[in-house]
C-alpha cells in the first residue's frame, strides 16, 4: 500500500491530503503538547488536557501502524486494518452497498428502516447513531473539538475541518462530471449541478431520471425490473460528480 512520508519527521500517511494537512503544523510551527497516548499534537495544553480524556479508563493495548488509532482488542485491530486495505466485505440486502465493517453497514440499514434510536436530551430530535447525535449535541454545547494546524480556527465537525483545510492547500476534489468544474465541498458541488438546468446529483443510468438524494436514488432503483439492471451496476454510477477524496 503507497503511503506519504513527511521530510522533516518522517511520519507517514495513507493519502496526500493528510500529508499537506500535516505539513501545515510545521510551517505554524512546532506544536510542543504531544500525546503519550497516540502522539497526536496541540499547540495548547489545555487542549492537549482535553484530548487526553479520550484515552482516561481505557488500555488501548494494540495501535494500528498505518494512522495510529489504539484498540483494546486484536480482533478490532485486524477489522479496522481492513479499511485501509479497501476490503469492504459486508453487503446491504436492500441496495447492494458495501461497507469495510458490520457497525458500518448496521448503521447504515437504519437508512433503510427509517430506525432513529438515539434521542437529544436538549432539543428531542432523534438520529440513526451515537456519533450523529454527539455531533448534533454541539449545536446546543458550544464545543468545537477540531482546530486547524494552519490558522488555529475552531469547528464543531471533523468534516468542517477537512473542508477548511483545502482553503489552505488549494484542493478541490470534487468534479462536476458534466463540465469538468470543481469545487472545495460537496455543498458547493450540489450548487453548481443546479446550473446545469436544475441537474440533482444523482441521475439514473438506465432511465436517465434526476434524483435529488442517494436514498431517493436508492428508492428510484428499486422500481426497475431486475433484468433491466446491468450485473455490473453500482449506485455510484448514478452520481454526476467525481470526488478523490
Known amino acids: 500500500m503507497k503511503t506519504y512520508g513527511c521530510e522533516l519527521c518522517g511520519k507517514r500517511f495513507l493519502d496526500s491530503l493528510r500529508l499537506r494537512m500535516h505539513l501545515l503544523a510545521h510551517s505554524a510551527g512546532a506544536k510542543a503538547f504531544v500525546c503519550d497516548q497516540c502522539g497526536a499534537q496541540f499547540s ?25 488509532k489504539r484498540f483494546q482488542a486484536q480482533s478490532a485491530l485486524q477489522q479496522h486494518m481492513e479499511v485501509h486495505a479497501g476490503v469492504r ?32 436530551e ?12 454527539k455531533s448534533h449535541k454541539r449545536i446546543h454545547t458550544g464545543e468545537k473539538p477540531y482546530e ?22 488549494g484542493e478541490k476534489p470534487f468534479e462536476c462530471k458534466l463540465c469538468h468544474q470543481r469545487s472545495r465541498d460537496y455543498s458547493a458541488m450540489i450548487k453548481h449541478l443546479r446550473t446545469h438546468n436544475g441537474a440533482s446529483p444523482y441521475q439514473c443510468t438506465i432511465c436517465t431520471e434526476y434524483c435529488p438524494s442517494l436514498s431517493s436514488m436508492q428508492k428510484h432503483m428499486k422500481g426497475h425490473k431486475p433484468e433491466e439492471i446491468p450485473p455490473d451496476w453500482r449506485i455510484e454510477k448514478t452520481y454526476l460528480y467525481l470526488c478523490y477524496v
Open 44 to 68: 495548547k495544553e489545555d487542549a492537549l488536557e482535553t484530548h487526553r480524556q479520550t484515552h482516561t479508563g481505557t488500555d488501548m493495548a494494540v495501535f494500528c501502524l498505518l494512522c495510529g
Open 89 to 120: 466485505s459486508y453487503i446491504c440486502s436492500e441496495c447492494n452497498r458495501t461497507f469495510p465493517s458490520h457497525t458500518a453497514l448496521k448503521r447504515h440499514l437504519r437508512s433503510h428502516t427509517g430506525d432513529h434510536p438515539y434521542e437529544c
Open 122 to 133: 436538549f432539543c428531542g430530535s432523534c438520529f440513526r447513531d451515537e456519533s450523529t447525535l
Open 148 to 169: 486547524c494546524n494552519g490558522c488555529g480556527k475552531k469547528f464543531s465537525l471533523k468534516h468542517q475541518l477537512e473542508t477548511h483545510y483545502r482553503v489552505h492547500t
